[in-house]
């Protein structure tokens, strides 16, 4: 068949802007040319691809079919002239990316200002939703997902290894008192993030502290799908919960939460990025996620001060110590080397990401 790929892009541009008229004038060419180009496409498939009235345009069965895919071809066109563009200025255009609100709002949110201050080319749609969304069909660039991963055809990157335990406030050790064991558990009270209930009952899955993991059997006095509620509930002083050291950091300082069982510790939790196959050379978005695995090795020597201190139920004022001095480390090894040749900026990016990645 010979294909005529502006009939194509033509037609999509049409059914986009829902009518002739509107694709003629973005397209800049004259409103009968769009029509011509249209039917001609229509002669050369042998099917009606629109209904036509006088009010407004319709996709037939044939068309709804056709569209879809030409849509997905012209985002690929898009993107592949975007990816060309940015080699010679930069990265730049939407980046679409979603999480969940914890992770959204701890980790994306407060690191935009400085991610537009490298890239300000690239302008960040960030969708938050605790439930997983279709990353082909939400035209997603780049999912940011905690826990086990899928079986999928979606490339990814590891950002990140976040530790567990359980935390309570003062005023629930106060009117509960501490479990000393995790058989005690069982007569506490447990705020659990989940999204739905278990006939079976819930349970906490605890290391030992030598590797081996251990199930103990919990009594919620609520339950949610959002870990914010869950949280809000623990700060209240009304139950125990089991979640990252890095989610509780903030109260821990505060003196507001503390860890309880310190010998214990629940399932260390992945975090990653994944995105599209057909995305993984694209400068916006690798610039994105490359930002975000040196910003968490920022963090690195900080969460391993903050782990240790918690485990001896400290504050971990030395935590913001660590940090302070691994970004200042990390500022004078980037000063020293960047009049240097790029490859050994390289170098030493490589190295200090070598647990992340």
């Known amino acids: ?45 042998g099917a009606q691809l629109l209904h036509r009235t006088t009010r407004k345009l319709g996709l037939t069965e044939a068309g709804n ?104 406030a003062p005023s629930y050790i106060a009117r509960f008192s501490e479990p000393m064991h995790p058989d005690d558990l069982i007569h506490h009270r447990a705020t659990v993030q989940t999204n739905h209930r278990s006939a079976h009952g819930f349970a906490w899955t605890l290391d030992d502290g030598n590797g081996n993991p251990h199930e103990f059997p919990v009594d919620p006095v609520m339950i949610a799908s959002d870990p914010s509620a869950v949280r809000t509930v623990m700060l209240d002083g009304e139950g125990l919960m089991l979640t990252s050291d890095v989610y509780v950091r903030a109260l821990v300082e505060q003196g507001l939460v503390q860890r309880v069982l310190p010998g214990w510790r629940g399932m260390d939790v992945d975090l990653h990025a994944l995105f599209p196959r057909g995305q993984v050379q694209s400068p916006k978005v690798r610039a994105f996620v490359d930002f975000l695995v040196e910003r968490l090795n920022i963090e690195e020597s900080y969460l391993e001060v903050l782990n240790d201190d918690t485990a001896r139920g400290q504050r971990p004022a030395a935590a913001r110590e660590a940090r302070a001095k691994a970004v200042a480390e990390r500022h004078q090894v980037l000063s020293e080397v960047a009049p240097k040749a790029a490859p050994a900026v390289a170098r030493v990016k490589g190295k200090r990401s070598r647990t992340l990645v």
């Open 1 to 45: 068949m010979n294909r005529d790929l502006n009939d194509t892009m033509v037609f999509v541009k049409v059914v986009e802007l829902g009518s002739f008229t509107a694709a003629a004038n973005t397209l800049h060419m004259p409103k009968a040319t769009v029509s011509r180009r249209v039917q001609e496409l229509e002669e050369r498939l």
């Open 65 to 168: 079919i056709y569209f879809a895919h030409c849509q997905r071809i012209a985002r690929d066109l898009d993107e592949a002239e975007s990816a060309v563009g940015q080699l010679q200025s930069g990265p730049r255009g939407w980046l679409r990316v979603t999480a969940s609100h914890p992770v959204g709002n701890t980790w994306v949110a407060p690191l935009l200002s400085e991610f537009h201050a490298r890239h300000p080319g690239v302008r960040v749609e960030l969708l938050l939703s605790n439930d997983q969304v279709d990353i082909i069909a939400g035209e997603i660039d780049v999912a940011l997902r905690v826990g086990a991963l899928a079986d999928s055809n979606l490339a990814a990157r590891k950002l990140a290894v976040f530790h567990t335990a359980i935390y309570a």
